[in-house]
């Protein structure tokens, strides 16, 4: 059986980070790519990052360019995604997720975990 499951999110102010983790269980891990999508209650989910099982290709919504960074330790299993300088729009459930094949899309990714809060306040 295959679980995700993430953590790290909280509430934190505008300009602050938080770092979220996510580890895998019941799969090869390093045969997958890894990835964070968000959703906002009332909005479809989102993109935000995707890195490849060999950590040579990564991949970032504009949105979030240059504030937010995939990493992977598959020595872990685990999938990480550093954030900084948050905004209130960050404010979503962040979900991980894998995918077997290299094209990042939401419809791509097989596995899901159950979601971790991230709000940032004003």
């Known amino acids: 059986q295959v679980q995700l499951v993430e953590s790290g999110g909280g509430l934190v102010q505008a300009g602050g980070s938080l770092r979220l983790s996510c580890v895998a269980s019941?799969?090869?891990?390093?045969?997958?790519?890894m990835g964070w999508v968000r959703q906002t209650p009332g909005k479809e989910r989102e993109f935000v990052a995707a890195?490849?099982?060999?950590?040579?290709?990564?991949n970032h919504a504009p949105s979030v360019k240059c504030r937010f960074t995939i990493s992977r330790d598959n020595a872990k299993n685990t999938v990480f995604m550093q954030m900084n300088n948050l905004k209130p729009e960050d404010t979503a459930v962040y979900y991980c997720?894998?995918?077997?094949?290299?094209?990042?899309?939401?419809?791509?990714?097989?596995?899901w975990g159950q979601g971790t809060h991230v709000t940032v306040s004003s």
């Open positions: 890195i490849s099982w060999d950590v040579i290709n990564t």
């Open positions: 019941g799969l090869t891990f390093r045969r997958y790519a």
């Open positions: 997720a894998a995918t077997p094949v290299p094209i990042y899309t939401i419809g791509n990714f097989n596995y």
